[in-house]
């Protein structure tokens, strides 16, 4: 069974970051969503662009690399920003990049990919992120984009596409059509 | 600006509540998320089916009729039942219904709204709830019925997409189409 790190930081986007873990735990795969510390009395509760709090599951402080399979960014700038500014997610993402292992990021997160030195010629992310992204190989004509351990998608309404290729790259395809017909997700191709 | 009231009940699917909570504080909707009670010490933290725990905002014995335009209920089974049993929100159901104000369910809630009795005879939901729902006037054809005061929908997948038809019910089309182009929903109608 794949392991999945998801970082979460304050102004994360709901939608975003919730069908990813929906969608992958209905596969069967391990999510662990990784809060920042930080100097509230509970780092747990982290609160979303939305006004959404949601319950992490650890601090990012104890996080090793090796325990995850991949390591997976939702977007939202305020999140994005944090994520890019965090010595342990940069960090992390190196770590993954260095074994190879799967990176994957939406929406605005892109950006802590690039900042992490992680993000290959060949993305997609928010269209209204394109600039202040500002890295070569962005495309707009895929909701999810797959460069080798690299893979990206664009926003909230490609979450739960973006979900399923994750879950038909570590669990197979027939896992990935039976989570598709069980959430009624015929657009996604 | 419309108010709506979103009852969440352990056990209710995540990206459902999550979707129409997002789409709808986008558009500039109070939804206000209301817990069960019950004897945990933090009721206001409310676990989903998929081991998400998201926080709501008040209880449901805090909930007047009178401040709400909408009553909207989530799916998950679990969740589904507790909805159904519980008195508050039965009641509350039946107030809107007599005031001929708007009631929505997504998924198996649909059932929460039949046994309150205000489920009409021109609706949908989670096709694997149907037998359970078990009340005449069921369709597959839509991904949102909308029936005079009364709004359905089937599932995760349609979650966004029914979230937008509640904004352009309550904000006009304009808003509808900026939610829709912000939130790159292309696949809804």
């Not at 069967?28 to 510390?37: E, F, K, Q, Y």
Request: net charge negative.
């Amino acid at each position: 069974m794949a392991t999945i790190l998801l970082p979460l930081a304050q102004g994360f986007e709901e939608v975003e970051a919730v069908s990813l873990i929906d969608v992958l735990r209905r596969a069967g795969i391990d999510v662990r969503v990784a809060h920042m510390d930080g100097e509230d009395d509970d780092p747990d509760l982290v609160l979303g662009a939305n006004g959404i709090t949601i319950q992490a599951d650890t601090s990012i402080t104890n996080v090793i690399e090796e325990d995850f399979d991949m390591i997976l960014l939702p977007g939202g700038w305020d999140g994005t920003y944090i994520l890019a500014e965090n010595e342990t997610v940069q960090r992390l993402l190196k770590e993954f990049q260095a074994k190879d292992k799967m990176i994957g990021s939406i929406c605005a997160a892109a950006f802590a990919l690039k900042t992490a030195g992680v993000l290959g010629n060949n993305y997609t992310c928010y269209p209204g992120a394109k600039d202040e992204v500002n890295h070569p190989g962005y495309r707009e004509d895929q909701a999810v984009v797959v460069n080798g351990n690299i893979m990206t998608s664009r926003g909230p309404g490609t979450a739960l596409c973006f979900g399923l290729e994750i879950v038909k790259h570590f669990s197979g395809v027939e896992t990935y059509q039976a989570v598709k017909d069980g959430m009624l997700l015929e657009f996604c191709d």
